[in-house]
């Protein structure tokens, strides 16, 4: 049970956090300050806000999920991850700073049109309502486990309703620069609580040890037990899977997702972006280990227990409880705190990005620009308002699934990553494909991954192809079909639409019908 001092620190950090991040966000005068902090933020800041956007809950309390299920092999995307973030610093981040773009997808507006422009946009919204629904019904898990505890039954909708609404106020305030200095603030403070429950972890008596663990297999690190090209495409931590997908993924989500991008467009320089760029993922991985030890630790102290009989239904719910039971008071209400903070933070980056995407990339391109900047200020601010309110719906829609809230989100992302990324690249290496071309290929490619993830189920009794959300595992193993690995969704999204885009370019043999939009890159 939380204590009365548990309870004062939680109220007082709630309170101090949205004050600072008010503060922090200073006065905005034009969109640039707004959505881009009037790019003038130190590199370190955008780091650390980059690395806490993209591991926020879904990091603090679904990876030592995943390390308590199984083996430590989900580190090997980490190494990919890096990989990734080198070729963006090299090959993206360019193009973007030069061309003083203020939204990844300005880049398509440039190579092909505005109307491949706003077909990204669409879709990264899209993307981010689902991938971000999820990382909001993950903050409401730990303040669920709280309620419980202080003897309140309190449903997921009623936490996510009232998360969304502190996290759009300040939001709605303090702009891109509230956000990073408030994810700086967190970064800090989770990261310390789980380097705090190592030592209360290591220091505590245990109901197993590290030789039980390693004789269970749970300190594995690479996964070589792989045979075939059957097992190469369903087995997610594979060794090569692991390193290419997370490689390919990571290109993907820092060089072509808004949310990540915006960061990066925020710092004072080129150089400034790439120092933020490949340091995130140095500290991508260590925050990875770190909280992968902290599941592997939960393990060894409950002696790897069926999450039933600790009173559990969800793994995620399993460090929110160690802190909720055994850490010392005060100690306990913090880190809690942090814990939910640190996903507002990443929360009101999402609804700041989409506010972005929404005027910058659609509503000046295809609908009525403001004539002003205070108008353009003002209706930036009523769509962060918007966005969140279809935020709080979409979250809804995962109170009821079981899977590890990490695996679901990055999962979710792979629907569209792959073509997101196929249609960068192919504006670099094809100077023959023209904006239909791109289009063509990447709404065929999104449509593919769809039809991909969901699967193509054949059932014998009816004779016909039928499309299963989700079949059970008995039925697949009747069929003789297995999922494809979700770390490879964006390796093929992202082949289909290089090869359909130049494959189209093809049909035009020697011309250049890219023309002056091409040399201005």
């Known amino acids: 049970m939380l204590t009365p001092l548990d309870y004062v620190v939680l109220a007082l950090y709630a309170v101090g956090i949205v004050a600072f991040g008010l503060k922090a966000g200073g006065r905005q005068t034009t969109t640039q300050d707004y959505f881009l902090g009037g790019r003038d933020l130190p590199w370190w800041a955008v780091c650390f806000s980059v690395v806490a956007t993209e591991t926020s809950t879904l990091t603090v309390i679904g990876v030592p999920a995943v390390a308590y299920a199984g083996p430590l092999t989900f580190l090997q995307l980490t190494v990919g991850y890096l990989i990734g973030r080198v070729i963006v610093a090299t090959v993206f981040l360019p193009r973007y700073v030069r061309g003083e773009m203020q939204t990844a997808y300005a880049f398509l507006g440039s190579r092909f049109g505005d109307r491949m422009r706003g077909m990204a946009s669409v879709t990264f919204l899209l993307t981010r309502l689902l991938a971000d629904g999820v990382r909001l019904f993950a903050t409401a898990i ?26 759009a106020a300040y939001t709605y305030v303090g702009g891109l620069k509230a956000v990073v200095w408030m994810d700086v603030v967190q970064m800090g403070i989770y990261v310390g609580g789980a380097l705090v429950a190592v030592g209360l972890l290591l220091g505590s008596p245990a109901a197993g040890s590290f030789a039980a663990a390693t004789e269970a297999g749970k300190l594995q690190l690479l996964d070589l037990d792989w045979s075939g090209w059957g097992m190469l495409l369903t087995s997610p931590y594979a060794l090569p899977v692991a390193v290419l997908g997370g490689a390919v993924f990571s290109m993907a989500s820092h060089g072509t997702d808004q949310l990540i991008v915006q960061r990066i467009l925020a710092t004072r ?20 280990a770190l909280f992968l030890g902290v599941g592997l630790l939960l393990w060894i102290h409950y002696g790897g227990a069926p999450l039933a009989d600790l009173g559990l239904t969800r793994g995620d719910e399993l460090f929110p ?11 306990r209400g913090l880190l809690l705190a942090g814990i939910v903070a640190a996903a507002m933070s990443t ?3 999402s609804l700041n990005a989409l506010a972005g995407s929404t005027l910058m990339d659609l509503l000046e391109r295809f609908g009525t620009t403001p004539r002003t900047p205070a108008q353009a200020l003002s209706l930036s601010r ?23 809230v990490v695996e679901l989100g990055l999962g979710i992302a792979g629907f569209t990553y792959g073509g997101l990324l196929g249609a960068f690249l192919l504006g670099l290496l094809s100077r023959r494909a023209t904006e239909a071309d791109a289009m063509i290929a990447f709404g065929v490619t999104i449509v593919a991954m769809v039809l991909l993830i969901f699967g193509l189920w054949w059932s014998t009794e ?17 069929l003789g079909l297995r999922a494809v690995a979700w770390p490879l969704y964006p390796v093929i999204g992202s082949a289909l639409t290089i090869v359909l885009g130049m494959g189209l370019g093809l049909r035009r043999p020697g011309a250049d019908p890219a023309g002056q939009r091409q040399t201005s890159l």
């Open 142 to 167: 730990p303040i669920q486990v709280v309620a419980r505890a202080a003897g309140f039954e309190v449903g997921y909708p009623a936490v996510i309703l009232t998360i969304g609404i502190v996290t």
């Open 269 to 288: 320089s080129l150089t400034d972006a790439k120092k933020a760029m490949v340091w995130s993922g140095i500290f991508v991985m260590l925050q990875f």
């Open 321 to 331: 409880m160690y802190i909720l039971e055994e850490m010392p008071p005060g100690l």
């Open 347 to 349: 929360l009101s980056s």
């Open 382 to 404: 009523v769509l962060t308002l918007v966005w969140a309110g279809v935020f709080v719906g979409f979250a809804m829609l995962f109170t009821g699934l079981d899977n590890p």
């Open 462 to 478: 009816i004779g016909a192809w039928v499309v299963d959300w989700r079949p059970t595992a008995e039925a697949r193993e009747a």
